[in-house]
């Protein structure tokens, strides 16, 4: 694993980078979520391809990076990150908020992605009109939004806020605990999330109303696929989608059992699924 710079507008994008044989693929993480998510899947890949999953503006190691926040930033610098690594086109993977990430650049920049992997996320899920977004977010994220105005004296109560989440306490793992810890910043007995809540609240409008981000799903000229969890961010059932609602998408969706929101990318046989879905997006080997 090797953390990577990348020049993007108002200082520099961290990302981390796995060795592979194969193609580069890029990925991009969940909303309060950071690029250490992707571990799992990229110990599975087991080289096959070069995964680089971004540390999103806003968010962990890339938490001081200014905003404008929002989906067209985040667009912004995933091209900024292609255009580093030297990529005339790229494979994007998205989990959660990550997916609209990934579904917005292909929408914009059709010609720069090959194909896109959406895991849980990517297409919206319609919110009551004028609906607060703040009270949205707690209501779909939970524990995770609660987290950003909190302070903890040590690493330890941190990982312990998040072993006790629903979604997480019967899954706990090393590279969950890795994942939580990269999210953590300050100074003992001050420590806190990286996440910026101007960040989060920017991008969760974005998928909640704007409708270039909410639309992008059905305006990619990519090879696309859509994964998605049985239970949601709070191990409820069911999760974010249903059969039914994704029904009109133009590409194919496929049903994930026995995981949640979280867990899709950390489950040993979830996270196998994904890698193998990696790969044929990404043209390494044919379905």
Do not use: K
């Amino acid at each position: 694993m090797q953390e990577l710079e990348v020049p993007v507008r108002g200082g520099t994008l961290r990302a981390v980078r796995w060795p592979g044989d194969g193609p580069v693929v890029l990925a991009a993480h969940g909303i309060t979520a950071n690029a250490l998510s992707f571990a799992a899947v990229a110990d599975a890949l087991a080289g096959r391809v070069q995964l680089v999953a971004l540390d999103l503006r806003g968010r962990a190691r890339s938490g001081d990076l200014p905003g404008p926040y929002g989906m067209a930033a985040h667009v912004a610098d995933v091209i900024a990150t292609a255009d580093h690594l030297g990529l005339g086109s790229v494979t994007l993977a998205g989990h959660s908020m990550g997916g609209f990430v990934v579904a917005a650049t292909a929408a914009a920049h059709p010609g720069r992605v090959r194909g896109v992997l959406l895991i849980d996320g990517g297409v919206t899920i319609p919110a009551p009109p004028g609906a607060d977004v703040d009270e949205v977010l707690t209501a779909v994220v939970g524990p995770a939004i609660r987290r950003l105005s909190m302070t903890f004296p040590d690493e330890r109560a941190y990982l312990n806020f998040f072993r006790a989440h629903p979604a997480l306490r019967d899954n706990w793992s090393p590279a969950l605990a890795a994942y939580v810890a990269r999210d953590l910043t300050g100074t003992p007995p001050s420590l806190r999330s990286s996440c910026s809540l101007e960040a989060v609240r920017a991008d969760a409008t974005d998928t909640l109303i704007d409708r270039t981000t909410v639309d992008a799903v059905h305006h990619l000229r990519c090879p696309a696929h859509l994964l998605w969890a049985e239970r949601g961010l709070q191990d409820q059932t069911p999760g974010l989608y249903v059969a039914s609602s994704l029904a009109g998408l133009p590409f194919p969706t496929e049903f994930v059992p026995d995981v949640n929101h979280y867990t899709i990318l950390f489950d040993p046989r979830a996270v196998a699924l994904v890698a193998e879905r990696v790969v044929e997006l990404a043209g390494h080997r044919p379905r």
